[in-house]
């Protein structure tokens, strides 16, 4: 049988869980810093170009514990008989959005066209379209019965 841990053992290995879990979030959050939004700066030929981008994350928080005999109080070999765990993920999406120009006029800002984006924006657009015009005419031929 293995021994129960003491409520100083378990304090200890949930702040080592919650710490796991905290760095693991601000390595995370490190994609959401200014220069990930503002790239470095270019100049050449009397300007000076600043690309932008549009910075998404995306993170989820979990977390569990339990008690039982670990792996170590299993085999007889020591071990304190609790299990406890937490996890977290998560992504950084990053997209170009616009450029900033400034030169000797001034500094203006020029958007960056997403090409696939508009295309599939068009298209949902056309299907949708598609799809109310069918069920027009299917509702024009039932009136007509």
């Known amino acids: ?19 796991a879990v905290l760095d693991k979030a601000d390595r995370l959050f490190e994609a959401a810093r200014p220069e990930a939004v503002y790239g470095e700066p270019v100049a050449a030929a009397g300007r000076t170009i600043i690309p ?3 910075v998404l994350l995306v993170s989820i928080f979990g977390g569990g514990g339990g008690f039982g005999p670990l792996a170590e109080a299993a085999a007889g070999t020591g071990g304190s008989g609790a299990g406890l765990g937490s996890g977290v ?14 030169d000797e006029s001034g500094a203006r800002v020029e958007p960056v066209v997403d090409a696939t984006k508009l295309g599939l924006a068009a298209l949902s657009v056309f299907g949708g379209a598609l ?3 069918g069920r027009a005419l299917a509702a024009a031929r039932r009136g007509t019965r």
């Open 1 to 19: 049988m293995s021994e129960q841990p003491t409520p100083e053992q378990i304090q200890m290995r949930v702040a080592e869980s919650l710490s």
């Open 52 to 54: 932008a981008a549009e």
């Open 89 to 102: 993920g998560g992504a950084a999406l990053a997209r170009p959005v616009a450029v900033i120009i400034v």
């Open 131 to 133: 799809w109310l015009l």
